[in-house]
Each structure stands twice: as C-alpha cells, then as structure tokens.
C-alpha cells in the first residue's frame, strides 16, 4: 500500500521482515484456521455439556 510516496508493508511484514510466514494469505489461513479451531471446540464443549446433563439424570435415576 503506497500513500503520499511512503510505502505500508504491514504490521507483520513491518515487525518480523518480508517472508512466507508474514505474506497476507499465510496470516489469513491462520486467522481462518484459528476461527475454525474455536467454533468446533465450543461445539465439542456443548455436545459434552448434555452428555454430562443426562449422565447426571442417569445416575439420580439408578439411585433411587
């Protein structure tokens, strides 16, 4: 990104160099794959949520 003859690499390209690792497309895969990450373990955390709820209700059932 240019502006008024000055040239804006970016934050990460700014702190760590031009590389692979610092490219647009590589920090957006991880940001995806980062979002991916936590959607699925929130939904893992929720399936075992009720797992845990009926399991609960089981053993009050066997118990009386």
Same mark, same amino acid.
Do not use: D
């Given at each position: 990104?240019?502006? &008024?003859?000055?040239? *804006?690499?970016? @934050?990460?390209?700014? =702190?760590?160099? %031009?590389? =692979? /690792? #610092?490219?647009r497309?590589?920090?957006?895969?991880? @940001?995806?794959?980062? %979002?991916?990450?936590?959607? @699925?373990? /929130?939904?893992? @955390?929720?399936?075992? !949520? !009720? !797992? #845990?709820?009926? *399991?609960?209700?089981?053993?009050?059932w066997?118990? &009386?």
């Amino acid at each position: 990104n240019e502006s &008024k003859g000055t040239t *804006h690499m970016g @934050v990460l390209q700014e =702190w760590f160099g %031009i590389n =692979w /690792l #610092t490219s647009r497309a590589f920090a957006l895969l991880i @940001v995806a794959r980062f %979002i991916m990450f936590a959607l @699925v373990m /929130l939904r893992r @955390v929720g399936q075992y !949520y !009720y !797992y #845990t709820q009926m *399991h609960k209700q089981r053993t009050i059932w066997l118990i &009386k």
